[in-house]
């Protein structure tokens, strides 16, 4: 893994590699060069199959994380290859090109995050989310406690006791609470 | 195409004798092992923190009283209630539950006309699932609330010894917002604390960094809030949610990351008095305790002319003469007490009730009189030679006050308690500091397991080299001449008779000498009442050797209350707690003497 990072790293910009074990290794790579990276990794590494495209909210730093992770079977070699994109108006680059089942993960992104992958097959098309209106829910600033109140009923009678508060009427109603 | 190509359809065929894998009878058809089916909890494990609720994505929990759970110690009586309308099955309410009572069967199957039979308490409410072992259950290799505490730095043990300076170093702010992020925010542990402090309110407040606002919280419910951040007896960490699955939240010390993060003079800021107007009505407290300056607080707040006579030369009680140093700084009890006296309280040192003045005097002066006496004289073993023996409140009150105090070489301290404890360290150090080595035998009746000391405090007084001798009883102080040699002690048999009292057991044959040039007794303390004078003492209603009071805190006299030790102690939260309720009540009386009086 080590040697590939290295034959990489004279013509790409790559960042401090991670490694989780010693068959799986994540490293941070610029956006302009992902496409270049994959298809190299693809055709001339070994990295065949696209295991996974997902995406991370860092929503404090503003920024989206994609996670490409390719594996090279005949090594066995997993490597994630992460890529930084403004939180603001997320747009990916899509490479539906290198591997035709990138097209169904940048979809679901589209859906879930609302990162834009502009010419990927389908990308603005539901996926499974029928009729949605709201903020794509993967986004951290989704509130899905909110979301579910408003869009689901409560069944008539409910009530709710915070323990505190119920501790205190039933074990010390008289003490003289908040004595200011 | 191949050979191969054309043949394997038929190859299909050799299935045809098979088991079909089709499912037989689909209506009765289980869940997968780890499915995710209706709820199971355990009644008895659950302790009703409401995590499970607080966590729930889809708002289908309610927390409700449920038949034979009842409010106690760490459990709230509480017990979740699901509507399965709401449930998506996520699961996050039993990966978040603090005890692990709360699991899913697999079983997801069940038709009702009536929408209300989905909504139940699970464990309570029997269904046919509840002892399912299959199912999910939380797999325990990650836990959504952190299990183990926020390191804190502390001196060892040989760089202690030497010298009274303060042993804990307490959290940094950052490692206190690391330790605060841990608390669920459940509340058992209000319950607990005596003084019913606003604890996950104040613990919020450091997660979010926002220590000014921590203090003002604090200050509703404490004003020694400094003093009982570093040495409170902190039961409420004996009832928090977290214990039951890692460490306890460390209580006592975010409340001391408070007090320490906001700079001093900030605080005549952020505690202000309350913009009331005077009553001209006037209390006399006795006693500078935190009892009574808790009562001295509130009642100063309320507008109230407060004055305190305090006999020592300095307020704050055992908070200044019993407990060491090492454990709570002068300039930090100094600075606690100088906030008490900005809200206009005036405390007079020097001034011993019974001598300089007559408690007979302060009830015609004052409106209402407070006795908060605390506990300041020493029980003795009464074994021979025991007029020999130092009491150890004395002993503490000298050290303190800066008075010389003799110090052999070798010192045996009777007592297994906290008080024991102290005098051992205190005198442990001063021989380190003279000597060079420390010197120091503890006996106790009790097994080292049964010891009423705090178990830090045992192994930091073992750590600095005092020696422990559990179940020892001691049978006399060896005296030569006017000198003490030693004490003698038998191994104890049994320390409780039958029904329950009190009458020690020995092994008379198992008898240890302990060289010492001093002993020490630390068997407990008890009030010095003289003041009260021989009428009052007998007007008063007695309850078993302590002043009867009613459960607001006052005596059997309308103008005098009790608080603190004197009346029940054990510990400085108490007192503050007995504080609040002492003013509440004396407040209440005033105010009924100011009607009758418009
Ligand atoms: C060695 C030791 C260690 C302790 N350690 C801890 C601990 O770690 N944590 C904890 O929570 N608690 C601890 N305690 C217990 C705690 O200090 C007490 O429970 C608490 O101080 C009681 O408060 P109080 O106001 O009732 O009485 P005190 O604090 O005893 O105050 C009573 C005050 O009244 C004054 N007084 C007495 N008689 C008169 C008179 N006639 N006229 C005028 N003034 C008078 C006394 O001088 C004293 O200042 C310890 C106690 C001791 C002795
Ligand atoms: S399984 Fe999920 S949705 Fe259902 S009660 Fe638990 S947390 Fe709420
Ligand atoms: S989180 Fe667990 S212990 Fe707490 S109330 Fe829910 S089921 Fe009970």
């Keep these: 893994m080590r040697e590939i990072l290295y034959r990489l790293k004279d013509r790409y910009h790559l960042g401090t590699p991670t490694f989780q074990r010693t068959d799986l290794c994540f490293v941070t790579v610029r956006r302009d060069e992902i496409r270049a990276i994959l298809t190299e990794l693809r055709d001339m590494e070994g990295f065949t199959h696209l295991t996974f495209l997902t995406a991370v909210d860092w929503i404090e730093e503003q920024l989206f994380q994609l996670t490409y992770m390719v594996n090279n079977r005949e090594a066995n070699l997993s490597l994630g290859l992460r890529v930084l994109l403004d939180r603001e108006d997320a747009t990916g680059d899509t490479i539906h090109d290198l591997w035709p089942t990138a097209a169904t993960y940048q979809r679901e992104l589209r859906e879930m995050f609302g990162i834009k992958f502009p010419g990927s097959p389908r990308v603005d098309e539901e996926f499974i989310l029928e009729g949605w209106t709201d903020l794509p829910p993967y986004r951290r600033d989704f509130d899905t406690l909110a979301y579910s109140q408003q869009t689901y009923n409560d069944r008539p009678g409910r009530v709710t006791h915070d323990p505190k508060t119920h501790m205190q009427k039933t074990l010390y109603p008289s003490y003289p609470k908040g004595a200011k | ?598």
């Excluded at chain 2, 730095?153 to 992020?181: H, L």
């Design chain 2, 1 to 598: 195409m191949s050979l191969r190509d054309v043949l394997s359809p038929f190859t299909a065929w050799k299935h045809v004798i098979d088991d079909p894998v089709t499912i037989k009878d689909p209506f009765n058809r289980p869940g997968a092992d780890r499915y995710r089916g209706f709820h199971q909890n355990d009644m008895d494990k659950c302790i009703g923190c409401g995590s499970c609720e607080e966590i729930c994505q889809n708002a289908a929990i309610d927390m409700v009283p449920v038949e034979g759970q009842h409010a106690g110690p760490g459990d709230s009586g509480l017990r979740p209630m699901i509507d399965y309308g709401r449930c998506c099955w996520c699961a996050l309410c039993v990966d978040v539950c603090m005890t692990g009572s709360l699991t899913m069967s697999n079983e997801y199957t069940w038709v009702d006309s009536d929408p209300d039979a989905f909504r139940f308490v699970p464990g309570a409410d029997g269904k046919s699932w509840d002892l399912d072992v299959k199912g999910y259950q939380r797999e325990d290799v990650r836990r959504l609330t952190g299990t183990t505490r926020a390191p804190m730095g502390e001196m060892p043990a040989e760089e202690r010894i030497g010298n009274f300076c303060e042993i804990v170093d307490g959290f940094t702010p950052e490692q206190a917002v690391i330790e605060a992020d841990r608390c669920v925010e459940c509340g058992l542990c209000v319950a607990t604390c005596p003084a019913h402090m606003d604890i996950p309110d104040y613990i919020a407040k450091v997660r979010d960094g926002d220590f000014e606002g921590g203090l003002r919280l604090l200050y509703e419910t404490n004003p020694f809030s400094q003093a009982c951040g570093r040495i409170c007896t902190h039961k409420c960490e004996t009832t928090c949610a977290a214990m039951h699955e890692g460490d306890t939240i460390a209580i006592r010390w975010l409340k001391r990351a408070i007090t320490d993060s906001v700079p001093r003079e900030r605080y005549f800021d952020l505690i202000r008095k309350p913009d009331v107007p005077e009553t001209g009505q006037k209390i006399a407290i006795i006693g500078a305790g935190p009892a009574g300056l808790t009562t001295a607080y509130d009642l100063a707040r309320a507008g109230h002319k407060v004055v305190v006579f305090e006999a020592l030369d300095k307020p704050g009680g055992m908070m200044r003469y019993g407990i060491p140093e090492y454990r709570l700084p002068y300039d930090v009890l100094d600075h606690e007490i100088s906030v008490i006296e900005a809200m206009g309280v005036e405390i007079r040192c020097n001034m011993r009730v019974g001598k300089e003045i007559s408690i007979d005097q302060l009830k015609t002066a004052y409106d209402a009189v407070v006795l908060s006496i605390g506990l300041h004289q020493g029980r003795s073993t009464r074994v021979p030679g025991s007029e020999k023996a130092e009491a150890a409140i004395d002993l503490l009150r000298r050290i303190t006050a800066g008075e010389e105090v003799p110090v052999p070489e070798q010192v045996a301290v009777i007592g297994g308690g906290n008080v024991a404890m102290d005098i051992a360290r205190s005198m442990a150090r001063l021989q380190k500091i003279i000597y060079g080595t420390v010197g120091v035998t503890v006996t106790a009746l009790e097994e080292l397991d049964r010891f009423l000391a705090d178990r830090e405090e045992i192994e930091e007084a073992q750590e600095e080299g005092c020696v422990i001798y559990p179940a020892r009883g001691p049978q006399e102080i060896t005296v030569a001449g006017d000198t003490v040699t030693g004490l003698r002690t038998w191994k104890v048999k049994a320390i409780f008779d039958e029904e329950g009292r009190f009458a020690p057991k020995y092994d008379e044959t198992d008898e240890m000498i302990h060289p010492a040039g001093m002993v020490v007794e630390a068997i407990g303390q008890m009030s010095d009442i003289s003041l009260l004078g021989a009428d009052l003492t007998e007007q008063l209603e007695w309850n078993r050797g302590r002043i009867m009071i009613d459960s607001e805190g006052q005596t059997s006299e309308p103008w005098l209350w009790a608080a603190g030790d004197v009346t029940s102690g054990p510990d400085v939260i108490h007192a503050v707690a007995d504080g609040h309720r002492v003013a509440r009540s004396v407040g209440k009386m005033l105010a009924a003497k100011r009607e009758k009086l418009q």
